[in-house]
């Protein structure tokens, strides 16, 4: 009966993977978060009653040490940082302050008999890519902002708790995901958000900048994959989409899709942290996957018929 730390359990991503853990009766899922981004709203309802939250700040030691040691944890999906382009840009030192985490999570892990952690990493590592498309081994991690060296640090603690300890890790670099239950610091919610009350759609710069655009059905099931079939062991693999589509494409997109009267607004580009193009190498992914990927047309009607969406407040 494998017992599973998600942390970070309580935000988009992580709480649809602690729902998808909780179809297997077997696994026993605690999930930890100190609702700082994340929502009680997105706690996911256990399959099978085996999902128990913990509110903790991963980044305290006492909280998170206090979790550890009453639990035997067999895996942990760390999946708590503060997110959000503008926000992270906004409190640096809050972001910082996540490497904290980074660092309780592995010692308790090493220190407690956890087999396997599975780290939540971010596109945004490799900056404003030399090479398209990004892939996990060539392409070089050369982001500044603070966000992407945070998540570049976790991912080389990851390597060195594995060089001196043996402790076993799988690197997810996590491209724009969306769907139910993600809040408008993101851009296809917020687009959405706005659209569907017929605001203006506001777009930094031109609107040139592409992104590839990954349904959380697509990334869960990839990564879960991956779990189950003991895959991905001291490996880093790109979860995303590998179809570029602009910003403006996008939102026109969505406002088609809608029926919206909101009208697209430029406002001054951003200073740093919005790259210019985004397509990651898929290979190892679709190789987990087996499956043709969600495309972006089908999975924005899927969210508006969802019934897991929840509207989000602009």
């Known amino acids: 009966m494998p017992k599973i730390l998600v942390t970070g359990g309580a935000g988009f991503i992580g709480s649809s993977l602690a729902e998808k853990l909780s179809h297997k009766a077997d696994n026993q899922i605690i999930i930890v978060d100190n609702l700082l981004t994340g929502s009680i709203s997105k706690l996911p309802v256990a399959k099978h009653n085996n999902i128990r939250f913990i509110h903790a700040d991963i980044n305290v030691f006492e909280e998170i040490s206090a979790v550890f040691l009453a639990n035997n944890f067999d895996y942990v999906f760390h999946y708590a940082a503060l997110v959000g382009v503008q926000r992270t840009q906004r409190q ?12 309780n999570v592995l010692a308790l892990s090493k220190n407690t008999g956890v087999k396997r952690i599975y780290y939540a990493s971010s596109s945004e590592v490799y900056g404003e890519p030399a090479e398209f498309p990004q892939n996990e ?16 640090l976790g991912e080389a603690f990851l390597r060195s708790y594995n060089v001196e300890f ?24 917020r687009f959405m958000s706005m659209a569907l009350s017929n605001q203006d759609i506001t777009i930094f710069g ?9 349904h959380i059905d697509d990334n869960i099931d990839a990564t879960l994959n991956a779990f189950y079939e003991n895959q991905l062991i001291n490996e880093v693999a790109n979860i995303g989409n590998d179809h570029e589509t602009t910003v403006l494409e996008l939102a026109n997109q969505i406002i088609a899709l809608t029926g919206s009267s909101s009208q697209i607004v430029h406002l001054p580009a951003l200073l740093d942290g919005d790259m210019t193009r985004r397509k990651p190498d898929i290979t190892k992914m679709k190789s987990l996957l087996n499956r043709p990927l969600l495309p972006l047309s089908d999975g924005l009607k899927r969210l508006l018929t969802d019934t897991r969406y929840i509207l989000p407040n602009v």
């Open 166 to 189: 043996g402790m076993e890790f799988t690197i997810f670099r996590f491209f724009n995901t969306y769907g139910p239950k993600q809040s408008v610091d993101f851009v296809i919610s």
């Open 206 to 214: 031109d609107g040139s900048q592409t992104r590839t655009f990954c």
């Open 137 to 152: 081994h060539t392409t070089p991690l050369n982001s500044r902002v603070p966000y992407a060296i945070v998540k570049n």
């Open 92 to 103: 640096p030192l809050m972001v910082l302050n996540d490497i904290n985490g980074i660092r």
